[in-house]
């Protein structure tokens, strides 16, 4: 039989935020705050963001990975879509991510924020369609869990 060329996904991360749903959603609407925690980082080479956070709203990011990583210098994108937007309790996107000119994976992601005694729960749940040359369901959840840690550390700057 012919290998798959296509490789499904569901999975699920938890995260606590001592700060409120309004300060978590904001994180997310906010397009300066969005790219401090989304996009910028030490281990890439920021190129640009655009954000239209609404409903039927496209957001755009591409970055260059460093020369010492395992993609050595590729340019990557994600071409996103908001599919639902509740203030300070849910965001539904879809997204495409592209390396090197080349699609990897589509997902259908969903960010819920619950209200705690202590501040917020951020339940994220992706299913993914990875396709062939993609980075794989375990490297996209640990880049999330990433994200997820620099959100925090958004939210507490």
């Known amino acids: 039989m012919p ?3 296509v490789t499904h996904s ?20 906010d397009p300066a705050k969005k790219q401090r925690w989304f996009v ?5 080479e920021f190129e640009a963001f655009e ?3 609404r409903v039927g709203g496209k957001e755009y ?16 994108s994600n071409d996103t879509w908001y599919q639902d937007i509740v203030p300070d309790k849910r965001i539904v996107i879809a997204y495409t991510m592209t390396v090197a000119d080349y699609r990897i994976s589509a997902s259908l992601a969903t960010f819920e ?4 005694a202590e501040g917020t729960s951020l339940i994220f749940t992706e299913q993914t369609a990875f396709f062939e040359n993609s980075d794989g369901p375990k490297i996209r959840e640990e880049g999330w ?13």
């Open 61 to 76: 990011s591409r970055f260059r990975s460093k020369e010492d990583s395992p993609l050595k210098g590729a340019s990557i």
């Open 40 to 44: 910028e980082s030490d281990g890439v």
């Open 3 to 5: 290998q798959p060329t």
């Open 113 to 116: 924020l619950v209200p705690t």
């Open 10 to 29: 569901t999975f699920v991360i938890e995260r606590s935020y001592t700060a409120t749903p309004q300060r978590v959603f904001a994180a997310f609407a």
């Open 145 to 157: 869990r990433e994200l997820l840690e620099r959100l925090g550390r958004e939210l507490a700057s």
């Open 51 to 53: 954000a239209d956070f």
